[in-house]
């Protein structure tokens, strides 16, 4: 399921990041892309081992793991490899597939891919984010704090920036749910709950499809 979360981070956040990223230095982005994504990835990225960039990243961390769609959606047993991006005119990362593992030493599985937008999309030209389906390309450029969740198994690129620059945050997410599909069962029985919830409280009915959102989950959970 592709999606779209808005408000992951308030807008004192984003300005306290953005502030951090006009003095901090950037390093080309190929050090952390897999062998062949290397090829097609021309962007910026902040020093992964700063202690800044690890501050900047539990933050963000925290803003989704808090966030209840996210939540619903993705299932997180882990938020890894997060990274701070930036595109100046011209960069651009092609066409390629997120690795399945990611990590040094302790490797993480990587079912959703996320990219937290953290600049409006008025600032800049080109760089949306496009997902290659198989019905054609879908391309996103979301308000400043709006992230979007897409399964990491799609290929997909960023279109060159031709004006001003693009900052984002992106990540992955091993799921407590591998399969995307019963992510989806769950995802929907969750939604029918909480609604039934809000109508009605606690009845019989919620009460039943709780069971079967907390049994599903338990077998389906690795
Ligand atoms: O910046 C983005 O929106 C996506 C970046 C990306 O695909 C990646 O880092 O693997
Ligand atoms: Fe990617």
């Given amino acids: 399921m ?14 306290e990041i953005l502030t951090h990223f006009d003095r901090a230095d950037f390093v080309d982005g190929k050090k952390t892309a897999g062998w062949h994504a290397k090829l097609v990835k021309n962007n910026m990225q902040l020093p992964s081992k700063a202690t800044s960039t690890q501050e900047l990243r539990k933050q963000v961390k925290e803003a989704l793991i808090r966030n209840k769609l996210f939540q619903a959606l993705v299932q997180p047993k882990i938020v890894h490899s997060l990274l701070f991006s930036r595109y100046e005119v011209g960069m651009s990362y092609g066409t390629h597939v997120d690795n399945a593992f990611m990590g040094k030493g302790e490797f993480w599985r990587s079912d959703i891919s996320f990219t937290l937008f953290l600049c409006e999309p008025e600032g800049y030209e080109g760089g949306e984010l496009v997902i290659e389906a198989s019905d054609g390309d879908r391309a996103y450029k979301l308000p400043s704090g709006s992230a979007l969740v897409y399964p990491s198994s799609t290929l997909h690129r960023v279109n ?62 690795d």
């Fill in 2 to 15: 592709i999606a779209i979360i808005d408000d992951v981070l308030a807008p004192e956040e984003l300005q």
């Fill in 160 to 221: 060159p920036v031709t004006a001003g620059v693009r900052f984002a945050a992106v990540g992955w997410v091993q799921s407590l749910v591998r399969d995307p599909d019963k992510r989806e069962i769950l995802f929907d029985l969750d939604t029918t709950r909480r609604s039934l919830f809000a109508k009605g409280g606690k009845t019989i009915e919620f009460d039943l499809i709780s069971k079967s959102y907390a049994n599903l989950l338990r077998q389906w959970a």
